[in-house]
């Protein structure tokens, strides 16, 4: 029998020095530039080391160098000044006691959502190919063969770094699609997985779209997808991974749009992995969709479910990660199935659910239970 591989969706505890420079970079105070840099490929050694050591298959950078998963994109392209409005989601709202709660404790990240101003144009600045020398660098002396990157989608941009320059939303998804071509096809190039993280998919519902019907919200994100396979038209699909996601917070979720209602617009993306949510209280349930809809799924398409909770410190029983990956093996078969995570563990710089240690015991989870589902 195959046996299952390991992944998770990206994003990783980064250490202290590694914050404190990116704030210091995020909030233009001044930094040395080369202790940035050397403290950066430091760190991603590091993180390489230890996926390896807990047995993790297919690794990342953890998102290392980037203040957020989306809003680094600001420091990489040209056209983006000022504020974008600030929108809580829907479910937190309905309880106002909780959000100030959030709030209070810090909980709530406030980096620079900068908006749409001018034409969007790469700066050139060399941060793409640090990243990717740093990766690279790390897996080789570690002896790691698979590594993944992620990148923001261009729906995901567009609902952090909102439209103030182009003449509609969809001359702005456009303009994105084209520019981010670039960035996408380096990453293939450099011969490691692309991940495009594409939480404009499902957390947008009740966010950016609440006033919508889910109907209408579903018509947005197809053309979200339509803007994402232009921009990744021509590479290689077994090479490019797409995570939805509907908020790595913990919190109600009741305005959470179901997969059900999004399958077939994530079933449609030009990518040969899907990474999705099935651990959390508001999805776990939904590996049922995938069961009843098995014939929907495309026989190129590998799933990755999200076996662990990235909201949550309770460290995954091993039983409970190989539970959940027979529900999606026993009807796609371990070939077409990886383990990974609900989200990631560093999704903010400086912010984070899981105390750290805690992310590293649930990660070395993920290789126990799926010896056992093996």
Request: aromatic share 8%; charged share 25%; with cysteine.
């Amino acid at each position: 029998m195959a046996r299952i591989q390991t992944t998770h969706v990206g994003s990783l505890p980064r250490s202290q020095n590694v914050t404190d420079l990116l704030f210091a970079k995020e909030q233009n105070k001044p930094f040395d530039q080369m202790l940035f840099d050397e403290t950066m490929t430091a760190h991603v050694d590091m993180l390489v080391r230890r996926q390896k050591e807990v047995g993790i298959d297919v690794v990342s950078d953890g998102e290392t160098s980037k203040i957020s998963y989306a809003t680094y994109v600001k420091d990489r392209y040209s056209g983006f000044s000022g504020d974008s409005p600030r929108n809580a989601p829907a479910d937190l709202k309905q309880f106002p006691g909780f959000l100030q709660r959030l709030a209070d404790s810090g909980g709530t990240p406030t980096y620079a959502r900068p908006m749409c101003t001018g034409a969007i144009k790469p700066l050139d600045n060399g941060e793409l190919e640090k990243d990717i020398n740093n990766l690279k660098t790390a897996m080789a002396a570690n002896g790691v063969e698979r590594g993944f990157m992620n990148a923001a989608s261009p729906g995901v941009i567009s609902l952090f770094l909102q439209n103030d320059y182009y003449p509609s939303r969809q001359d702005y998804l456009e303009a994105l699609s084209e520019v981010m071509k670039a960035e996408y096809r380096a990453i293939i190039e450099a011969g490691l997985e692309l991940q495009l993280d594409c939480p404009d998919l499902a957390l947008s519902r009740h966010m950016l779209f609440e006033e919508m019907s889910d109907d209408e919200f579903v018509a947005v994100a197809d053309s979200h997808v339509l803007a994402l396979n232009h921009a990744v038209s021509g590479l290689p699909k077994e090479k490019i991974r797409v995570h939805i996601c509907w908020g790595n917070y913990e919190g109600p979720h009741i305005c959470d749009i179901s997969m059900d209602k999004v399958f077939s617009t994530l079933m449609r993306t030009h990518a040969g992995y899907v990474l999705f949510e099935t651990s959390n209280p508001r999805h776990a349930h939904e590996w049922t969709v995938f069961k009843a809809r098995a014939d929907e799924v495309p026989a190129d398409k590998i799933l990755i479910p999200g076996v662990l909770d990235s909201t949550t410190n309770f460290v995954e029983h091993p039983d409970v990660v190989t539970q959940r990956l027979e529900r999606f093996t026993s009807v796609f078969g371990p070939d077409r199935v990886m383990a990974g995570t609900d989200c990631g563990f560093g999704t903010f710089a400086g912010f984070g659910a899981v105390d750290p240690e805690i992310a590293w015991a649930k990660l070395a989870v993920l290789r126990q239970g799926a010896d056992s589902a093996n």
